[in-house]
Structure formats: structure tokens, C-alpha cells
């Protein structure tokens, strides 16, 4: 639903407050909706009803994002799928050395209260209104210092701080991801016109590199336990080749192009190594293999292949049991002769799709298991089989 600014005042009272305690635990399937919403009109008026409800499955989506908080905290729909993993959250702003900073297009505040929570100060803005009640609602239920005021970012940055975190719109109004830097809500050029000493901003994983280069600075792609999350550009850096950067359980692993060696291309070897995403987007596949002492499998392909399993935190590794140029018939018949009856297929430039292979591949169920990985090498297709995982 489209929250109000009547609809943020209810859930911000005591009423709205203890209702949404209340029902913390509630039922909020699409299965239960009418129960619930039936219960809650007892007291409620129909908008606050639906408030309450949309609040409540909010809260659970927002679980991962913020962990321990997201029950105090009101959200949108729209702001909670913009709001970035808090592993990575927590990463930028330990990275920016600014005591005063301007968040601008804040949305709820997600950003903002991280660097509130180092001391620092900030100020939140954004044009919506409705977000900014929000922001403000969710400060006082974390307990932070932070400030928010309806603006429209396109005026200009305020005077008075030295560091500014961008979070332009990247989808339109039905939805929709939006590609070009220039098309966001609002475009990208504005930071031209700010004279912020740290200016960071949050950009789509699927930015095109042409379209961020004429604003200098660096490109960081950022995953998190190998899922990539998020690219940001590093204004106040100086021009450098694109870095891939990876949150995970072991620390925060850094990949930059400081290797510019021949890589050769062979044949499937002992092992298969699938990338981590964010070094694929940062265009470091040479890199990587050349500190792996890895192969390519094919020029365009984004797979390496090597002997022996070299420990790193870059991507997972896949055994090859065997390989060979791509046929149905002769990859059937090699999987019924070994038992084989399930298998998961992967692929990379490869046009079959994996559910197409699995049903034409017709395997009874009940025998071994085994990962297919549909690609190319030295140009042709092939297909790998490797042992599961």
C-alpha cells in the first residue's frame, strides 16, 4: 500500500505502537489476510487497518536488513528494497573520514543512522515527505541523533558539510530497474554541483562503466557472501581501474587490477572455479586467474579451470569428473550408464536453458547425482560434469 502522512502519525502513537506489538506475531499470509483485517476493523478505521497490516509484513521482510531493529521501525515498500545489506552499510560509512555528512535522497533513514551511530553528524533529506516522517519515527525508536527535513536535492547541497552519501531512485514508477545513470530519480550529473570533499554514491551492480567515467573517481562492486549487492562510486578517489570488493564471514576481501598478465586457455582441468559476481562486474577475470595460476576455458566465458584447489575467498570450486563436446544423445546415454538420475544444471554462453536440458535428458529418479555445467570451451559447447556439492 501507499502509506500517508495520517497513516505514519497512527502507527507512530501509543495506539498504533501497541497494536503493532500486539500482533508481532501474528498470522500475515495472503491465507489470513481477511481474518486479520477483520479483527483489526473492530477498533480501526479501513486505512488503519491496512497500515497496521502492511507494517507488520514490512517488519518481517526487513528482518535481514535490520537485524534486532526491524521491529521498532515503519518502512515502505519501496525504501525497504533500496535499503542496502547492513554488512555493507556498516562498510561505507567506516570508510568515510568526514564528522559531518549530508545523506541525500535518504529515504527511511537507513544510511543516515549509521553514521548517527559513530557520533557523527547528519543530515538526512529527501523530497517525500512520508519518508522523511519515517526517518524521523525510526531515530527516536533506535535512539539516534540525527536530523531529517523535506527537500528536494535537485536545489542544491546544503552548506556546512564536507561529505555527502548519494542514493538516487533506480527503478521508475511502475517498477521498473532503470540502466542509465542519467535516467535516475534523480540522474547522476547533479553531484556535479556539489562541492562535498567525500561524495559517495550508491549505483546499480549493473552500472555500465562508459556511463560512470566521465564523473572520475572509482567504481566498487561489493558482494556479500558472494551475491553482489551493490556498486558505489567513489568520487574523492582518484581515477582507477573499477575494485571488486566481498563482505563475508572471514572479513572484507579487496581484488584491484595490479596484474596485467597473458592467461591461457585450456581445456577443463581437475577443477572447475566459479567467480564471485563482483569480480566478474569489475572486469578482474584475467586478474584472478593469473593470482590462481588458473586457466580460461574460452576467451568470453567467466569460468577458470585449474590442476589443484588454490585457497580463496574469490568464488567456489566445482571437481570435474569428466568432460566433453556437447551431443544430448551421447550425454544421456553417458548419465544412464553411471546411474545417474539427478542432476543441476549451470550454464554460461550456452543458448539451452537448464529446465530444457532436464526434461529432454528424460532421467529416471532414484541413483547418483551430478552438477552439469553448460558452456563453452576454445569456442564450442561442452558440457562438465562435476561432482555435487
Request: hydrophobic share 45%; net charge positive; with cysteine.
Amino acid at each position: 500500500m501507499t502509506f500517508s502522512l495520517d497513516d505514519i502519525q497512527f502507527l507512530s502513537s501509543d495506539p498504533g505502537r501497541r497494536l503493532l506489538e500486539a500482533h508481532a506475531h501474528s498470522d500475515v499470509s495472503a491465507a489470513n489476510t481477511l481474518a486479520l483485517l477483520t479483527q483489526l476493523r473492530k477498533t480501526l478505521s479501513p486505512a488503519q487497518a491496512a497500515a497496521v497490516l502492511s507494517t507488520l509484513r514490512l517488519r518481517k521482510k526487513a528482518a535481514l536488513k535490520f537485524p534486532g531493529q526491524a521491529g521498532r521501525m515503519l518502512f515502505t515498500a519501496e525504501s525497504l528494497q533500496q535499503a542496502s545489506h547492513p554488512r555493507i552499510r556498516q562498510y561505507r560509512a567506516g570508510l568515510l573520514r568526514s564528522e559531518k555528512l549530508v545523506d541525500m535522497c535518504c529515504g527511511i533513514g537507513s544510511d543516515s543512522f549509521v553514521y548517527a551511530e559513530s557520533g557523527r553528524q547528519v543530515l538526512g533529506l529527501d523530497k517525500d515527505p512520508v519518508r522523511i516522517a519515517i526517518a524521523r519515527h525510526n531515530a527516536a525508536a533506535l535512539g539516534l541523533t540525527a536530523e531529517f527535513a523535506v527537500a528536494d536535492v535537485r536545489a542544491g547541497m546544503p552548506s556546512g558539510y564536507d561529505a555527502a552519501f548519494y542514493d538516487p531512485s533506480r527503478r521508475d514508477a511502475r517498477g521498473r530497474r532503470i540502466r542509465d545513470v542519467e535516467r535516475y530519480l534523480p540522474p547522476l550529473s547533479l553531484i556535479r554541483r556539489w562541492p562535498a570533499e567525500e561524495l559517495v554514491v550508491k549505483l546499480s551492480p549493473a552500472v555500465a562503466l562508459t556511463q560512470v567515467q566521465p564523473y572520475g573517481g572509482q567504481v566498487e562492486f561489493i558482494s556479500v557472501d558472494g551475491g553482489l549487492s551493490e556498486a558505489v562510486l567513489w568520487r574523492r578517489r582518484q581515477s582507477a581501474p573499477p575494485l571488486a570488493t566481498r563482505i563475508d564471514a572471514s572479513g572484507i576481501h579487496h581484488l584491484s587490477a595490479d596484474l596485467d598478465e597473458h592467461i591461457e586457455i585450456s581445456e577443463p582441468r581437475a577443477w572447475l572455479f566459479e567467480p564471485d559476481p563482483a569480480v566478474l562486474r569489475a572486469q578482474l577475470l584475467r586478474q584472478l586467474a593469473a593470482m590462481l595460476g588458473a586457466s580460461l576455458l574460452d576467451g568470453r566465458i567467466a569460468y577458470l579451470t585449474l590442476d589443484e584447489i588454490v585457497d580463496t575467498p574469490w568464488g567456489r570450486y566445482w571437481q570435474v569428473l569428466d568432460w566433453m563436446p556437447f551431443s544430448l544423445k551421447k550425454l544421456r546415454r553417458y548419465l544412464v550408464d553411471r546411474g545417474v538420475s539427478q542432476v543441476t544444471v549451470k550454464k554460461r554462453g550456452f543458448p539451452m536453458l537448464p529446465e530444457e536440458l532436464i526434461a529432454r535428458l528424460r532421467l529416471k529418479q532414484g541413483g547418483e547425482s551430478r552438477v552439469l555445467v553448460l558452456t563453452r570451451c576454445r569456442a564450442r559447447p561442452v558440457v562438465i560434469v562435476c561432482a555435487p556439492r
